[in-house]
């Protein structure tokens, strides 16, 4: 799977849990300290399922602001049954896997995020396949479940304190002057264009002066 070459989240599975992606809702936050456009995304999970059957299913997706600690609205969501399924060959609870998939260009601005994935073609559908989600170290705050089983949005911490395993990529936004700093050049160009003229006009004027001088 081609995807954009910068990491901007990194959160490697540690083995120590895994969390239901198909009958329930999970979502860990990350932080970003510069804006970006997120390109493509990688989670681990587990499953007793073969890579071939994984790589057949629809996955879910959804980034969300932060709201007091909470998952807020909605910042980009989307699904796609495009998976690169690769088995790790790491044991976890079951077998482990890694799955990729690239997203149309999402904008995201400096700020605090939740991420969520989901085995269904809607956060709040199943595959009728189970998949669970791998753990990581805990990041920020902690993952977010929605337990009891529920369809709404993951609210209840994860105990013990984790986090979960996934990666961001994409490429720094490109730095575009803002409509006020637009205008400021504007202004200086017009202050600066007679002024060019004039010396040009007087430059002229002078080696007129001095070619009739020679004469």
């Known amino acids: ?4 070459a910068t990491i901007l989240v990194d959160q490697q599975p ?13 979502a860990d936050d990350f932080i970003l300290n510069d804006a ?17 059957v994984l790589a057949t299913g629809t996955y879910s997706w959804a980034i969300y602001q932060d709201s007091a600690g909470l998952l807020g609205s909605v910042a ?7 998976v690169t399924v690769t088995d790790t060959g790491v044991p976890g ?25 989901h085995y269904g073609p ?12 791998d753990s990581a170290a805990a990041n920020n705050l902690n993952a977010r479940w929605n337990y009891p089983y529920g369809t709404g949005l993951p609210t209840t ?8 395993a996934f990666q961001l990529f994409g490429s720094a936004q490109s730095a575009v ?19 060019a003229c004039y010396t040009l006009r007087s430059n002229a004027s002078a080696t007129r002066n001095m070619v009739v001088s020679l004469k």
């Open 1 to 4: 799977m081609a995807r954009a």
């Open 14 to 26: 540690n083995g120590l849990n895994e969390f239901n992606i198909t009958n329930y809702r999970a």
């Open 36 to 52: 970006f456009t997120v390109g493509a995304m990688r989670f681990w999970a587990d499953s007793l399922l073969s890579g071939n």
């Open 76 to 82: 980009g969501s989307g699904n796609t049954s495009a």
């Open 93 to 117: 609870f079951s077998e482990r896997y890694q799955l990729d998939f690239t997203i149309d260009p999402l904008n995201l601005a400096v700020g605090h995020y939740w991420i969520e994935f």
């Open 122 to 133: 809607t956060l709040s559908t199943t595959s009728g396949n189970f998949l669970f989600w």
């Open 157 to 164: 911490a994860m105990d013990p304190t984790t986090g979960l």
């Open 177 to 195: 002057p803002e409509p006020g700093s637009m205008g400021l050049i504007a202004l200086g160009l017009i202050l600066v264009l007679p002024s």
